[in-house]
């Protein structure tokens, strides 16, 4: 394939949960594809941003572009992240190079399905799974409906999942509610936030999920610190890891 | 910690009462979907009305006075209020003028906001909310915690201790029933004695200089067509360009509160009764200076139907009262800031900015984008705490250097992994105080991607 | 002068002209269904009895409240003995048990009627009478509100309402109880035509 994939890990994934961007950029090259990962990469500039201090932000702003115009298109495991590139880097000058990163930022399951028009993926996950829909690719993406909005029931995230052999997906009472990270929230606003994460978190467990997925770590990073601490038997994983074939 | 993650938390404490509130308001929102999913169009709806309402608001000034003189023509008398103590006086004045001691009131967000209640209780004027729910907080002394649900926060025991004692109900008695027609019978004794009445105003048309008002109770006019004197105040953004123009937000409204596909009583007054007397006062109250707000005028569009306050994780989880404002949860959030900055200044934090609200909203009112525009406002005016302020700063330098980025990432990792418990798991640490931080890995996708490159 | 000042800064403040956007009617164009106002009907808690005429109105009346005492009404042919022409004061009125009114149009997608204090005798009637009835005629149902505006001028009387059921609340707790301030029920009386 004659384009080129500018590969974005977000700080946390980095950091933390180095398995995910792995799984993000093997499932990438498998079906294909010739992904470059910069090295210089650091974070979009959200944690900043969504404090109220965008201008604070503008310099790692224009970093990330410096780093990514040049790509045919950037991909990156998290819809949060994306939504911040093409949503909030309007208050950088719109040189034609953030322009181009803005339009071609693309979440990994957009890519998958409107880039890539994936139809059939090599991966078998015979587990019991509950979908987080993390409300930035949601809502912010439009990578699904939404159950707010009356329109024909859609979601990108499920429709890769349904690609997985011998999943089972189940259906939450709550389709679509908020776990509570937020970003900073989760430290301004302690108890409403693990309030809210406990709460998804028992959505899914009485559908009797074994893994709940999700397209962005951060949520996933603030429901596995409320499981671990509960010791609940519940697991997490990022839906690239899932699509990427993982196994429990 | 901000007042609302204090209050929040407080609220959180008695959890099987959050979880009750937290299923009461989502049963309302599921209604919601319910009645919204009956109508094809209710998406062009929802756009239609949101079109409509920028036409208003670019044209606020003409339609305004085209529905004076209308009005003033249907015999009506209109008074124009800057404020708040203006709205007071006026209303005061015209009670004064007609020696009203009784005066019953149907709901109006506008006259909370402008603590009408106090100010004419305190020149010696009997009132009486007439909303049961209204009617409820009012004898529990309380502000309502929801603009359309009163007195949601509240279980029935509490209302019928209350009733117990203010209206001699049975002790004990808890049927909503047996308490409602309790609330009848002595409601119906103040609207026989009322000599005035005032209402909210949910539309007000231009075209023909009429007001309309939307109830589930019948109370608004029960109070009005009783009453020889009877008082709408509205806020100057209520105007509808024309009568047509109902039929969108009549079919929006009552959907989005309550599920319902419209409300019991829409009621359009305009002209008075034969034998009575009809005012309309019109009111700014700060709202011309949020029109000036390019970035928060949206808010204007409001109908308050209340549907962001049901969809709202944290609304639903921190009760109304929490958020200290007349107005509580997310469009409460994005008005209040523009009336006093500073004091508010905690409001637009306390959202994950999930976006259900902008979603659910019947005027396609863009909250959650205004939240994230009001904290950065809320950091240029310098309301952010030093701390935070500080913490963004230094992050604004390590962010965009690669070099400071791997440093303290490794550092992090590193302090996580060798720290024992006890030193990172402290009171400083929001996060670990229910929740573990994350195990860091040996190696971070920087450094394999290096290894395997290499 | 606030009204004014009011006006001034409207006009400095507010954004550049938006034009109103044309309003389509939703409707499907074949004749509103019976049914679906019926429904809507019971779904605001009311009832509708079909197929009653000018012959056995009162019958009628009487079947569905054989209780009730005082009964007022402007329309002639209704049997009632409340004179709304003569009310001392509409306080009078609280002891009426059953008022009996027109309608003007029915909206099928939610069961509301459109009244005016014309077809009321007294503006307060249809909320203090105990019990509430509303004549219409099934020609007069339209789909949806957008129909309904189109056929009525709002302010061809000083007042008029859509009624879409008895009077209610739910308040306290969220359970929904009949009969808060206003009527405690509405029948709704197709005419036969
Ligand atoms: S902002 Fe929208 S959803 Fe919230 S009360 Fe107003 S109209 Fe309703």
Redesign the interface.
């Known amino acids: 394939m004659p384009v080129k994939i500018g590969l974005f890990?977000p700080?946390?994934?980095?950091?933390?949960?180095?398995?995910?961007?792995?799984a993000t950029?093997e499932l990438l090259e498998k079906l294909g594809c010739r992904v470059e990962?910069p090295?210089?990469?650091?974070?979009c500039?959200q944690?900043?941003?969504?404090?109220?201090?965008?201008?604070?932000?503008t310099?790692?702003y224009?970093?990330f572009v410096q780093l990514f115009h040049a790509f045919d298109y950037v991909v990156a495991p998290s819809g949060s992240c994306v939504y911040h590139v093409r949503k909030?880097y309007d208050i950088i000058e719109q040189t034609e190079e953030v322009k181009r990163v803005r339009k071609n930022t693309l979440d990994l399951a957009e890519f998958l399905l409107d880039v890539l028009q994936v139809k059939r993926l090599e991966a078998r996950f015979p587990h019991k799974v509950g979908l987080h829909q993390s409300?930035?690719g949601?809502?912010?993406l439009r990578l699904g409906s939404?159950?707010?909005?009356?329109?024909e029931p859609s979601s990108k995230l499920n429709t890769l999942l349904r690609m997985v052999a011998g999943i089972e997906l189940v259906e939450l009472t709550?389709a679509?509610?908020?776990c509570?990270?937020?970003?900073?929230?989760?430290?301004?606003?302690?108890?409403?936030?693990?309030?809210?994460?406990k709460?998804r978190i028992a959505d899914h467990e009485r559908q009797g999920v074994e893994v709940l997925t999700a397209g962005d770590m951060s949520c996933l990073?603030?429901l596995?610190?409320?499981i671990?601490?509960q010791r609940k038997t519940i697991q997490v994983k990022h839906i690239a890891e899932i699509l990427n074939g993982a196994s429990l | 910690m901000n007042e609302h993650a204090q209050k929040a938390a407080e609220f959180i404490r008695d959890e099987s009462r959050t979880d009750w509130h937290d299923e009461a308001l989502w049963f309302v929102r599921t209604k919601r979907d319910k009645a919204s999913h009956g109508i094809p169009e209710w998406e062009e709806l929802r756009e239609l009305a949101s079109q409509v309402k920028d036409n208003v608001l670019s044209n606020l000034d003409q339609y305004l006075e085209q529905f004076e003189s209308r009005a003033v023509q249907n015999g009506v008398h209109v008074h124009w209020a800057a404020d708040a103590e203006a709205h007071n006086r006026i209303v005061y004045s015209i009670l004064e003028k007609h020696q009203v001691q009784r005066l019953v009131k149907s709901k109006s967000m506008l006259t909370e906001e402008c603590h009408l209640n106090e100010y004419l209780i305190e020149r010696g004027v009997e009132v009486v909310d007439t909303d049961l729910g209204e009617r409820i907080i009012q004898l529990k002394e309380e502000p309502p915690s929801h603009i359309v649900m009163p007195a949601i926060h509240l279980k029935k025991e509490e209302v019928g201790e209350l009733f117990h004692e203010k209206l001699h109900t049975k002790k004990g008695a808890t049927d909503p029933k047996y308490l409602t027609e309790a609330a009848r019978q002595h409601l119906r004794q103040k609207f026989l004695a009322a000599q005035a009445a005032i209402t909210g105003v949910n539309f007000a048309i231009a075209e023909t200089g009429g007001v309309v008002v939307c109830t589930n109770e019948g109370n608004a006019d029960m109070g009005v067509h009783l009453a020889p004197v009877q008082i709408h105040c509205m806020g100057i953004e209520k105007i509808l360009p024309r009568a047509e123009h109902l039929g969108i937000f009549t079919r929006l409204l009552a959907r989005s509160a309550t599920g319902q596909p419209i409300t019991i009583y829409t009621s359009h007054y305009h002209r008075p009764r034969p034998d009575g007397e009809m005012h309309i006062v019109i009111v700014d109250n700060g709202r011309t200076a949020q029109l000036g707000r390019e970035d928060f005028r949206n808010s204007l569009k409001c109908i308050r139907c209340g549907a962001c306050m049901n969809t709202c994780p944290i609304y639903r989880r921190s009760g109304g009262h929490s958020y200290g404002s007349t107005v509580p949860g997310p469009i409460g959030s994005i008005l209040t800031p523009g009336i006093d900055l500073k004091k508010y200044s905690g409001l637009p934090f306390a959202s994950t900015l999930c976006g259900s609200c902008s979603d659910v909203c019947p005027v396609k009112i863009n909250i959650h984008e205004q939240l994230y525009r009001w904290r950065q406002v809320i950091t240029q005016e310098g309301h952010l705490p030093p701390a935070k302020r500080q913490s963004m700063k230094w992050a604004g330098r390590v962010l965009p250097s690669t070099s400071w980025y791997n440093f303290f990432g490794k550092l992090v990792s590193w302090a996580i992994r060798r720290f024992p418990r006890p030193f990172l798991y402290n009171r400083f640490n929001e996060w670990g105080k229910e929740r573990e931080l994350p195990q860091p890995p040996r190696q971070s996708f920087k450094e394999w991607h290096r290894q395997r490159e290499a | 002068m606030s009204r004014n000042s009011i006006l001034a800064a409207i006009q400095k403040n507010k954004p550049a002209e938006k034009p109103l956007p044309a309003i389509p009617s939703f409707a499907n164009g074949k004749a509103a269904p019976i049914d679906i106002f019926t429904s809507m009907v019971e779904v605001g808690g009311g009832q509708v009895i079909r197929d009653t005429n000018s012959h056995n109105l009162n019958t009628t009346i009487k079947k569905l409240f054989p209780e009730a005492k005082r009964i007022a009404s402007p329309l002639p042919a209704v049997e009632r003995n409340v004179d709304l022409d003569q009310l001392p004061s509409p306080g009078e009125l609280e002891s009426v048990d059953l008022a009996v009114v027109r309608g003007q149009i029915g909206v099928a997608e939610n069961g509301a009627v459109w009244v005016t204090e014309e077809n009321c005798g007294h503006r307060v009637l249809p909320f203090i009478t105990q019990h509430l009835i509303i004549l219409l005629n099934p020609s007069d149902i339209v789909h949806n509100m957008h129909e309904a505006y189109e056929r009525i001028q709002v302010d061809a009387t000083g007042f008029g309402l859509f009624i879409a059921g008895p009077s209610k609340t739910a308040d306290i707790e969220q359970s929904l109880v009949i009969g808060a301030q206003g009527a405690r029920s509405l029948t709704v009386v197709l005419e036969a035509v």
Not at chain 1, 11 to 22: K, T
Not at chain 1, 39 to 43: K, L
């Open positions: 890990i700080c946390y994934i980095d950091q933390f949960y180095p398995q995910v961007g792995i950029l990962y090295a210089g990469q650091t974070c500039g944690p900043m941003a969504n404090t109220g201090c965008e201008q604070d932000a310099t790692t224009q970093h909030h409300c930035h949601l809502r912010g939404g159950s707010e909005r009356i329109l709550r679509d509610e908020c509570g990270f937020g970003g900073t929230f989760a430290i301004n606003e302690p108890a409403i936030s693990v309030k809210m994460g709460d990073m603030h596995e610190g409320i671990r601490r």
